[in-house]
């Protein structure tokens, strides 16, 4: 029988990749508009999407806060622990939708949990 042998290096190249691999995925998401997402919460509900908006609220501390992105369909509240970007700014989110969200202390119904935001 014959042994196949695996170089010592060769199992570690395949672990650098996966979050290059990762980071390729999301950005080749595409975004979905944000009425699409309240028209139809339970389609989206803990599902990751990719949402494209302005920032028109943003408030936080200590890099835990929330901020309310705006596109050309309407308005939804991201809930993040990664830092709030600041008002008036573009940005593309990525993150879970979910639904029972408080804001502030305010019920703001269907909302997104940030996994990573960039300013663009």
Known sequence: MQRIRESKG?????????P??????????????IADIKADPARYRD???QVDGTVTTAFGALSVGAYEI???TGKIFVVSNRGVPSQGARVRVQG???SGATVAGQAVGVAIRESQHEVR
Do not use: H, I, N, Q
């Open 96 to 98: 879970t939708v979910f």
């Open 10 to 18: 060769e199992g570690k190249k395949r672990y650098w990749m996966l």
């Open 20 to 33: 290059l691999l990762a980071a390729l995925v999301l950005t080749g998401c595409e975004s979905v508009k």
């Open 47 to 49: 599902k990751t999407v």
């Open 70 to 72: 705006e596109d050309e």
